[in-house]
């Protein structure tokens, strides 16, 4: 810190004083000399090689202090200073005059003062007035005069004795310790200003700042480009010049702030924040902050992708979906075109077909695929709180409902895609919500009335007829045209050949990997039983077959037999009256349903209800029993 700090005298006993101060502290502060005409240039060497700070005396500090932008510390004169130098000019003679700046002055005279002694006290602001100074002191018969350099110069000019105010080293000294607190003052200013531009230059908003005249005095890189300004200087110019709201400007440098203010500019709209600068309750200017239309539509779409998206991500395509039947084929590549176009896709199909995984291959071969898709299952979730999870709440919208609101899955889903699972399930109330979203791309929260623009690709499953459920009226018949504008039919397990096979061997492979079974291949026998099975569940239902299959088997081989155990239980402990008929594989669900022992029974329909998320219809259809027939079973088994 010292290296910026310098010193310049014009007396070249200060100069060696100065030297003695620095070296005794042990700093690394440049002396230099110059005489007067000199100085100027001399001090801007200084600034050149680094000086922050320059310490001067007399009136060289205040001729640095007229043209220097950086700061002047003056070494004071002292009471001491003056006396020695009187005592010293009245051994020559008793017409004494003293000539100095301002702050010698005042010493000076405290030490005539003392001395009760009649001397002449001039005060220089100028140094254009030394010449006429000095020919009215030997007019008045002045004999001696008494300053720094300059008046010491000027005195001999005219035929006066002159005699020099030495500098104390205590007040050299604390000339210095001046320089280090205002340099270390300084820093701290300069380290506030930069920061308080870089957050300027970082702010998502373009910010003008004003002076109490209306005069620009900064403005970062984004409030150029909204004003369409380029790289033209516009510091120092009046607001008018450029910005198009003056009542907000005027109202501001009255001390009166505006938040959320719109203005158009150039056919665009500005969102517009003005702030005054208060200074003991007097405004001294404004900042203002500016954001496009556009800059506010893209950082909201990042805020939802980033914030309200997570964790919302299709993880399946296409490729992943296994089987090679010509059924399962058309299917893929009806899914791959619709993927081309933005219309909503009605996905239809049996239980466990896989009706999710073509919804996430749709979302994730459509250019939509970079952004959220939000999967929603309408049988999942109690009817009481569907359309709050589905188009968000305001704040205090209901009893329990979050302080500050909460966004619903539309807006979740905003720029991606919404998947709607088990649609026929919605509610006949919120069909008609529903429709309006569909048709309006706009929803209102519950408890709501601001309107909330959506941009979302709506794909829905069913494993429903709904042209039955809307003859029956618990569809809407225009909800339904206008989600079936593209229809995607998928196949049951039973139409795609020898698919049964290739995702046996698939799911006995990635469940023996899970569970460390060290399953090595699945026997001819075991897949011949698996193809003779209907799967009234579908893909899912072999799925589960097959987990339980792998668990249960004891061999590097699966069997046949570690089929049928998967079917019945474990066979080491069955209980009495559990033994199953042979022909079990070709029995219809609902017959080897009823022919498991209780126990069996009851696990079978806890874990088709924990699967259907506690809808009776769905758990109904995964086990391949009707509704009467799962009341009645839970009934009998105490369910």
């Known amino acids: 810190m010292d290296e910026s700090i310098a010193m310049l005298f014009t007396n070249r006993a200060t100069v060696i004083e100065a030297q003695r101060v620095v070296e005794r502290l042990g700093l690394k502060i440049k002396i230099r000399f110059s005489d007067h005409a000199g100085a100027r240039s001399a001090a801007e060497q200084l600034v050149e090689e680094g000086a922050r ?65 009649g ?54 000294e604390t000339a210095i310790e001046e320089a280090r607190h205002t340099l270390t003052a300084l820093y701290q200013y300069e380290s506030k200003m930069q920061t308080i531009l870089a957050i300027i230059n ?6 003008i700042s004003i002076n109490r005249e209306g005069r620009i005095t900064n403005l970062n890189t984004i409030a150029q480009e909204i004003l369409g300004l380029g790289a033209q200087p516009v510091d120092g110019m009046h607001y008018n010049t450029v910005l198009p709201f003056p009542e907000i400007i005027e109202s501001a440098l009255a001390g009166r702030s505006f938040f959320r203010r719109v203005a158009e500019y150039r056919e665009n709209f500005l969102a517009v924040n003005c702030v005054p600068v208060l200074v003991d309750g007097t405004a001294e200017g404004a900042v203002i902050s500016l954001q496009g239309a556009h800059e506010i539509q893209i950082m909201e779409g990042k805020i939802r992708k980033q914030i309200l998206s997570g964790g919302h991500v299709a993880k399946n395509t296409l490729k992943s ?48 695929q970079k952004e959220p898709f939000v999967a929603v299952n309408c049988a999942a979730l109690p009817e009481a709180l569907l359309e709050s999870e589905l188009f968000g709440y305001e704040r205090g919208a209901f009893t329990g409902a979050r302080s500050g609101g909460k966004s619903g899955f539309f807006e979740i889903a905003h720029g991606g895609t ?21 048709q309006e791309k706009e929803i209102v929260r519950v408890g709501g009335e601001k309107v909330i623009p959506i941009d979302v690709r709506v794909l829905a499953a069913t494993n429903r007829n709904l042209l039955d459920e809307v003859a029956k009226g618990n569809f809407r018949a225009d909800l339904y045209y206008r989600l079936s504008v593209l229809v995607l039919q998928i196949p049951p397990l039973r139409a795609r050949g020898g698919d049964i096979r290739e995702l046996a061997e698939y799911f006995i492979g990635q469940f023996s990997n899970k569970y460390t079974r060290g399953i090595r291949s699945i ?117």
């Not at 043209?67 to 003679?93: C, H, M, W």
């Not at 003779?532 to 088997?553: D, H, I, K, T």
């Not at 080491?572 to 498991?596: I, N």
């Open 202 to 207: 970082c702010a998502p908003c373009g910010i």
């Open 53 to 117: 700070i320059i310490i001067s005396r007399g009136g060289v500090a205040n001729l640095l202090r007229g043209f220097l932008t950086i700061p002047v510390v003056a070494v004071e004169y002292r009471y001491g200073d003056f006396a020695q130098a009187i005592e010293n000019a009245s051994k020559i003679s008793k017409k004494i005059a003293i000539v100095s700046f301002n702050q010698g002055i005042h010493a000076a005279l405290r030490v005539e003062q003392y001395l009760g002694q």
């Open 119 to 172: 001397l002449k006290l001039i005060q220089i602001d100028d140094f254009s007035r030394f010449d006429q100074t000095m020919l009215q002191l030997c007019e008045e018969g002045i004999e001696v005069v008494i300053g720094g350099h300059s008046a010491q110069t000027f005195a001999r000019k005219h035929g006066l004795q002159s005699v020099p105010i030495m500098t104390d080293p205590h007040a050299i």
């Open 418 to 438: 919404i998947f709607l699972d088990e649609i026929g399930e919605l509610p006949v109330a919120l069909q008609a919500r529903l429709l309006r979203v569909l």
């Open 523 to 639: 026997r001819e026998d075991a897949l011949a039983l698996l193809e003779s099975m209907s799967f009234p569940g579908n893909v899912r239902e072999l799925a589960n077959l097959a987990e339980r299959a792998v668990v249960l088997c004891q061999s590097a081989d699966l069997c046949a037999e570690d089929i049928r155990s998967a079917l019945v239980g474990d066979p080491k402990t069955p209980p009495e009256s559990s033994a199953v008929p042979a022909c079990l594989p070709q029995l219809r669900e609902a017959d080897r349903l009823l022919l498991l022992p209780a126990e069996e029974q009851r696990r079978r329909i806890t874990h088709a209800f924990e699967e259907a998320g506690g809808s009776q219809q769905l758990a109904a259809e995964i086990l391949g029993i009707s509704r009467t027939t799962l009341w009645r079973k839970r009934k009998e088994l105490g369910l």
């Open 321 to 368: 979906i296994i089987g090679g039947s010509e059924a399962l084929r058309q299917a893929k590549k009806m899914a791959f075109t619709y993927a081309s176009v933005d219309g909503t896709v009605l996905i239809t199909g049996e239980t466990g077909t896989g009706k999710e995984l073509f919804a996430q291959s749709i979302h994730n071969a459509s250019p939509r």
